[in-house]
């Protein structure tokens, strides 16, 4: 199983979605926001070389603020942060990850000749730059920094922790200053509410961290805020889970006091083995969560559900039945349970 679909609650998937039904069959999705406009004569032979400039270097590329102001009009560049902008057309061509991975870098470039780089990425940033699952978590900039400014401060999107960072916590990833996976995936849960936490704290298990190493770590944290929700996360992870949604619908079972499954249960059919997200051996109970990637990230969509659906056929000759889960059966907790129950018990 891959990494979910963008979540239907984010308007940005919402946007994307109405764009893939607009391209019609067989033809490519446009992806990222709308390409902007003007003519690409205005876009090309003007800018500096790269993505990203600071005003300073638009200027010394004889680039005037009137220009500038061209530019941004015609949607040659973009103004991703005060005084950082983007090329219009690279822009264009993100995804939602990419977007706030350029925020990240539009950051970081535009303080390289106004920060003493002593600072390091914490937090949810230092999560998107390990390559984390980050459900519905905005792009707000963590820095954890020696003290703070007395005059100045931080940009409204800029949220600066003082908490001391051990050498031994601090890894580089991609040229930045990052804290470690560890350490990033216990400040997480600090400030995340329980189930973003625990969907970034699975994935966080399965690329390698010890539970115990973290158990101790959060241990040393006394009179911390969030360190209940962290507590609480490190009780209920699980690195079996292989997907946010897999996590959600795990979470969800166990709300709901719901008989707990098997994670990754194995089944051999005429088909070979097939491997069920959550079941039920014993009732011969499969359950799948059918994530948007799961059948558009790794195969051609009607190759993928065709096998997708032999499978299913394969298992439920051997008497097993299989309970489907979409995204929005997460949030219809009544009727899940019900459907759940009804398999169970038949």
Known sequence: MGPSAPYPTDPLAVAMGQRARNAGPGQPVPTGPPAPAGPPALRAGVLPAGRLWRTEEL???????????????????????????????????????????????AYAHRTLTTSTGSFVFS?????RLHGLFLWQ??????????????????????????????????????????????????????????RQGLILMDHALRLGLDPEELERQAGQLRRVPGIGSL???????????ESPGETLTRDLIRRLRLPAPVLQF?????????????????????????????????????????????????????????????????????????????????
Not at 66 to 88: K, P
Not at 123 to 127: E, Q
Not at 231 to 238: F, I, N
Request: glycine residues 6%; aromatic residues 8%; hydrophobic residues 40%.
């Open 266 to 346: 194995e089944v051999r059919t005429r088909l070979g083995l097939f491997r069920t997200d959550c079941a039920w051996p014993d009732r011969r109970v499969a359950l799948e969560f059918d994530g948007r990637r799961k059948y558009f990230d790794y195969a051609p969509t009607a190759e993928a559900v065709f096998q997708e659906r032999r499978r299913e056929k394969a298992l439920m000759e051997l008497g097993w039945k299989v309970v489907r889960v979409e995204w929005r059966d997460l949030f219809r907790e009544s009727e899940f349970k019900t459907r759940l129950l009804r398999a169970l018990d038949s």
């Open 137 to 194: 978590v905005d792009d707000t900039i963590h820095l954890t920094v020696p003290f703070l400014p007395s005059s100045g401060g931080h940009a409204g999107d800029v949220i600066a922790h003082t908490r001391p960072v051990p050498a031994e916590d601090v890894t580089e990833l991609q040229g930045y200053r990052v804290t470690s996976l560890a350490r990033t995936a216990l400040e997480c849960c600090l400030i995340l509410n329980f």
């Open 123 to 127: 937090h949810t940033t230092a999560a």
């Open 59 to 105: 200027r010394d590329h004889g680039i005037s603020a009137r220009r500038v102001r061209q530019l941004l009009e015609q949607g040659a560049i973009l103004r991703v942060r005060r005084g950082c902008y983007v090329l219009g057309s690279f822009w264009a061509s993100l995804d939602r990850d990419g977007i706030s991975r350029t925020r990240i870098d």
């Open 231 to 241: 507590r609480k996360v490190l009780a209920c992870a699980d690195a079996r889970s």
